[in-house]
């Protein structure tokens, strides 16, 4: 059996330098119907100011526009503030001005949250994201930090009904239980909590009713068969294809999603499993 219908990429960026609509044609060659492109800062020149963020995030929209016209795709888009960009501006600026870097760099924050709703609002975007807190090392202060930041930006989500996509800390115990303690805190429905470049194991109980998006490496799938019947909502499929010329194909290349998709469905798992997985959840969570 082969599956025909649509299918969803869910975390993927796009870069001008990089293969830009060639990687959404490769995609799209092997049965790709659907991106949901993120947008990636620039990481060695983060925006500073509400302006920065807004011309930053007019062209991820631009990018996205092309890969309608040019190419054919349906495209959902993504914009906020990565947590590697904030936590690494949020050191270079205490280092240099204590409280008053901190401040200027909670409102940078809040500046780019502001700049990526406004955008929501006039139906350009449909989710904020990636947001979350450092997947690396960092100190206290930074962590507790962006913690408060995090929560400030679920109980935005919650009052809005927005969809927020989750980078945060690589797998612990605590990871998805802490997440929903306080995303429901906050009011969040927990099906519009997207946990981005998410581990395979998709059962309830594991994932605490967030929807995980699962990095669908070769490795994925035999845990992602064992797991998918057992999971609340069901579960995207991504890539976090960076389209970086520095490190072409990673994290993986843009033919995966669809690779993995037939082999799902040669491995077992429903049509209606891929069906909801690429149609109807995207639906639920991010409309149509």
Same mark, same amino acid.
């Given at each position: 059996?082969?599956?025909?219908?649509?299918?969803?990429?869910?975390? +993927?960026?796009?870069?001008?330098?990089?293969?830009?609509?060639?990687?959404?044609?490769?995609?799209? !060659?092997?049965?790709?119907?659907?991106?949901?492109?993120?947008?990636?800062?620039?990481?060695?020149?983060?925006? $500073?100011?509400?302006?920065?963020?807004?011309?930053?995030?007019?062209?991820?929209? @631009?990018?996205?526009? /092309?890969?309608?016209?040019?190419?054919?795709?349906?495209? !959902?888009?993504?914009?906020?503030?990565?947590?590697?960009?904030?936590?690494? %501006? +949020?050191?270079?600026?205490? @280092?240099?001005?204590?409280?008053?870097? *901190?401040? !200027?760099?909670?409102?940078?924050?809040?500046?780019?949250?502001?700049?990526?709703?406004?955008?929501?609002?006039?139906?350009?975007?449909?989710?904020?994201?990636?947001?979350?807190?450092?997947?690396?090392?960092? @100190?206290?202060?930074? =962590?507790?930090? /962006?913690?408060?930041?995090?929560?400030?930006? &679920?109980?935005?989500?919650?009052?809005?009904?927005?969809?927020?996509?989750? #980078?945060?800390?690589?797998?612990?115990?605590?990871?998805?239980?802490?997440?929903? *303690?306080?995303?429901?805190?906050?009011? &969040?429905?927990? !099906?519009?909590?997207?946990?981005?470049?998410?581990?395979?194991?998709?059962? $309830?109980?594991?994932?605490?009713?967030?929807?995980?998006?699962?990095?669908?490496?070769?490795?994925?799938?035999?845990?992602?068969? $064992?797991? #998918?019947?057992?999971? *609340?909502?069901?579960? +995207?499929?991504?890539?976090?294809? &960076?389209?970086?010329?520095?490190?072409?194909?990673?994290?993986?290349?843009? *033919?995966?999603?669809?690779?993995?998709? %037939?082999?799902?469905?040669?491995?077992?798992?429903?049509?209606?499993? &891929? =069906?909801?997985?690429?149609?109807?959840?995207?639906?639920?969570?991010?409309?149509?």
């Amino acid at each position: 059996m082969v599956y025909d219908g649509p299918i969803l990429d869910n975390h +993927f960026h796009l870069n001008r330098k990089g293969l830009f609509l060639e990687a959404a044609r490769s995609f799209q !060659r092997v049965g790709g119907t659907d991106l949901v492109l993120v947008h990636c800062p620039d990481f060695a020149a983060p925006p $500073e100011t509400l302006e920065g963020h807004q011309t930053a995030y007019a062209d991820t929209l @631009s990018m996205a526009q /092309s890969v309608r016209d040019e190419v054919g795709l349906g495209v !959902r888009v993504v914009l906020g503030p990565h947590p590697a960009a904030f936590a690494h %501006q +949020f050191e270079r600026w205490v @280092s240099e001005d204590g409280d008053a870097g *901190k401040e !200027r760099a909670v409102e940078n924050y809040r500046h780019s949250i502001e700049a990526a709703l406004a955008f929501v609002h006039e139906g350009q975007a449909h989710a904020i994201g990636e947001v979350g807190r450092p997947h690396w090392p960092v @100190s206290d202060e930074i =962590w507790d930090l /962006s913690n408060e930041l995090l929560d400030e930006t &679920m109980h935005l989500a919650a009052q809005e009904g927005l969809p927020l996509q989750l #980078h945060v800390e690589g797998e612990s115990e605590d990871t998805y239980p802490d997440l929903a *303690k306080r995303a429901l805190r906050q009011g &969040m429905d927990l !099906r519009k909590l997207i946990r981005h470049y998410s581990p395979p194991d998709v059962r $309830e109980a594991h994932t605490h009713g967030l929807t995980p998006s699962v990095l669908c490496g070769k490795g994925a799938l035999e845990r992602l068969v $064992e797991t #998918h019947s057992m999971a *609340k909502n069901g579960f +995207f499929l991504e890539t976090d294809y &960076m389209d970086d010329p520095r490190r072409p194909g990673a994290v993986l290349g843009p *033919k995966t999603v669809p690779k993995r998709t %037939q082999q799902l469905l040669a491995a077992g798992v429903d049509e209606e499993v &891929m =069906w909801n997985t690429h149609s109807a959840l995207p639906n639920r969570v991010y409309g149509e």
